[in-house]
Each structure stands twice: as C-alpha cells, then as structure tokens.
C-alpha cells in the first residue's frame, strides 16, 4: 500500500515529508495511522491528516479537476 503526503503545513513540525510525494506503507494501526519511511530514511508514524492512501489522494485531485 501507498500514502501520499497531503499536508504540508506539519513540515513546520520536522515531519521530514515532501508534499505530492508517495511512500511506501510498512505497517498499519488501528486503520490511521501509517507506519512509513521518511525522507531521513527514519521509520516513523504519521496519522491520516498527513497522508492519505494514493487511490484517495488520484481521486481527490481528479474530482477538483472535473475529471
């Protein structure tokens, strides 16, 4: 499974995330909160109002277009 960085306003907070950018998921708990490989190259959690699975992300921005 892949997430999407899709708030950039946590880069503020060290997130070590690049906005737009896809991960890799290596774990899942408790259904929001996404276990991933930062930009360090750091194993570390970010919940759903940082990322969101790429199928939603595609879908979001599809549905902005008018697609």
Do not use: F
């Not at 950039?8 to 896809?22: C, N």
């Amino acid at each position: 499974m892949k997430v999407v960085c899709a708030n950039d306003t946590y880069k503020r907070r060290s997130m070590d995330l690049t906005l737009g950018k896809a991960y890799e998921v290596h774990d899942l708990w408790n259904g929001c909160w996404y276990k991933i490989v930062n930009d360090r190259g750091a194993l570390a959690w970010y919940d759903q109002e940082v990322v969101m699975p790429l199928d939603e992300w595609r879908e979001k921005h599809l549905n902005e277009l008018g697609i």
